[in-house]
T-cell receptor, first 114, second 110 residues
């Protein structure tokens, strides 16, 4: 299994609070992704990174920011959490930008915003 | 806009049956992926296809680029195959990352 660790695995917090999710990899893959999974929508891309300090927005980036200061760590921050951000968040890594290599997923973070 | 459509959404079958899950997409792609998600959430990559056919054990995946269609087949299905199967594409020229179908929920009954 690819070495990807997401933390925390579960979190419950209140509307308006800041939340940071961490994705840590030991595979030295260049490309990292944050997705959210919601019933009826499937997985959707929030943000991605193509290198240290190189990030870009995905389909559902509003309300989220990311940072990547080291190859192994990709952080997702909800500056002021809202109930619509209740979801399961998955980090993924890949060696390839064009999809010719598999994406390896973390185990997910279940986030509840009350 | 649903760029990736899967069918059926739900499928219940008996152990031993031959299973087919379909995926159609409406955009140009560089690659198509099939993923498996068991209850409890972990997502595992099964196949990456850019052309033709791939086989791994009892799983077979095919893609027809001209028709923008892919199928995932499971031979001699087993209750442990019960999971959600997800089709995803890398859109050519699009943002990095995959675009996903909504998944097919498969239940194999003993």
């Amino acid at each position: 299994d690819a070495g990807i660790t997401q933390s925390p695995r579960h979190k419950v917090t209140e509307t308006g609070t800041p939340v940071t999710l961490r994705c840590h990899q030991t595979e030295n893959h260049r490309y990292m992704y944050w997705y959210r999974q919601d019933p009826g929508h499937g997985l959707r891309l929030i943000h991605y990174s193509y290198g240290v300090k190189d990030t870009d927005k995905g389909e559902v980036s509003d309300g989220y920011s990311v940072s990547r200061s080291k190859t192994e760590d990709f952080l997702l921050t909800l500056e002021s959490a809202t109930s619509s951000q209740t979801s399961v968040y998955f980090c993924a890594i890949s060696r390839d930008q064009e999809g010719y290599q598999p994406q390896h997923f973390g185990d997910g973070t279940r986030l509840s915003i009350l | 806009k649903n760029e990736v459509e899967q069918s059926p959404q739900n499928l219940t079958a008996q152990e031993g049956e031959f299973i087919t899950i379909n995926c159609s997409y409406s955009v140009g792609i560089s690659a198509l992926h099939w993923l498996q998600q068991h209850p409890g959430g972990g997502i595992v990559s099964l196949f990456m296809l850019s052309s033709g056919k791939k086989k791994h054990g009892r799983l077979i995946a095919t893609i027809n680029i001209q028709e923008k269609h892919s199928s995932l087949h499971i031979t001699a299905s087993h209750p442990r195959d019960s999971a959600v199967y997800i089709c995803a594409v890398r859109i050519r020229g699009g943002a990095d990352g995959l675009t996903f179908g909504k998944g097919t929920h498969l239940i194999i009954q003993p």
